[in-house]
């Protein structure tokens, strides 16, 4: 999943997916569009259904991040290996 430092540095890419039975846009850089897809791969999950998962998480936190944010957040610490969620 290796990108070219131009590619790592690319703004935003705004897409659509539909969570919880409605569509919302999520802007992410390609490098975590890319992570969230690899992460998606990984536990056999369509995107929508990990982002649902991760919007879940992200709502019952104490002072909840839009979810651009705790996306990010979310695949770093899964990364570093520190996901509580059960694969």
């Given amino acids: 999943m290796a990108l070219e430092?131009?590619?790592i540095f690319h703004p935003p890419v705004k897409r659509s997916i539909t969570i919880a039975g409605h569509?919302?846009?999520?802007?992410?850089?390609p490098l975590f569009w890319d992570m969230l897809k690899?992460?998606?791969?990984?536990?056999?999950l369509p995107v929508n259904a990990l982002v649902a998962r991760i919007d879940v998480e992200r709502?019952?936190?104490?002072?909840?991040?839009?979810?651009?944010?705790?996306?990010?957040?979310?695949?770093?610490?899964?990364?570093?290996g520190k996901t509580a969620q059960a694969d």
């Fill in 5 to 7: 430092t131009t590619e």
């Fill in 23 to 29: 569509q919302t846009s999520i802007s992410l850089e």
């Fill in 38 to 44: 690899a992460a998606s791969d990984a536990r056999d």
């Fill in 59 to 80: 709502i019952a936190a104490e002072q909840p991040p839009g979810l651009a944010t705790a996306i990010r957040l979310w695949l770093t610490n899964d990364m570093l």
